[in-house]
């Protein structure tokens, strides 16, 4: 090979080197220079609460197991319950509900009911906008029958 093929390749070489390495830099982040890594999953808070009665003359009914997907209470003395759940998918917002009378005859003998909690129809609130979604509240109160 000619001298002047050489020098040619070569210089072509630092030509086309010197164009990698400008486009290397122009994919920095030049918006963010200081990104973060963040790690996690989205994720919601799903919270129900409501009163618990019988469904004959509408007293309140206490020690009532309520179970919703990873958490369980017992309605207080005024037949009050609020059970939470923190979902890491933002698909599903429809969760089983259990209401069992767990403790006998003590405060009466009422039916076990399970029911579904949608929540498909409320909005988020005091989300933080990147990996935390926010809380949906929802009410729901219930009536009891008793056992026969």
Do not use: R
Request: overall charge negative.
């Amino acid at each position: 090979m000619k001298k002047t093929q050489i020098k040619f390749l070569k210089g072509y070489n630092i030509l086309i080197g010197g164009l990698l390495t400008l486009l290397g830099f122009s994919a920095c982040d030049t918006i963010n220079p200081d990104p973060k890594d963040e790690y996690g999953c989205p994720s919601a808070d799903f919270i129900v609460n409501g009163k618990i009665e019988s469904e004959n003359d509408n007293v309140v009914i206490e020690n009532i197991q309520v179970g919703m997907y990873g958490d369980t209470v017992y309605s207080d003395k005024n037949g009050e319950y609020q059970v939470e759940s923190k979902n890491y998918s933002t698909n599903g917002e429809k969760f089983n509900i259990s209401f069992k009378d767990v403790d006998g005859t003590t405060n009466g003998d009422y039916k076990n009911l399970d029911t579904i909690v949608d929540f498909t129809d409320i909005e988020f609130t005091d989300g933080d906008g990147i990996w935390y979604m926010g809380k949906k509240t929802k009410e729901l109160n219930i009536k009891l029958a008793p056992k026969k």
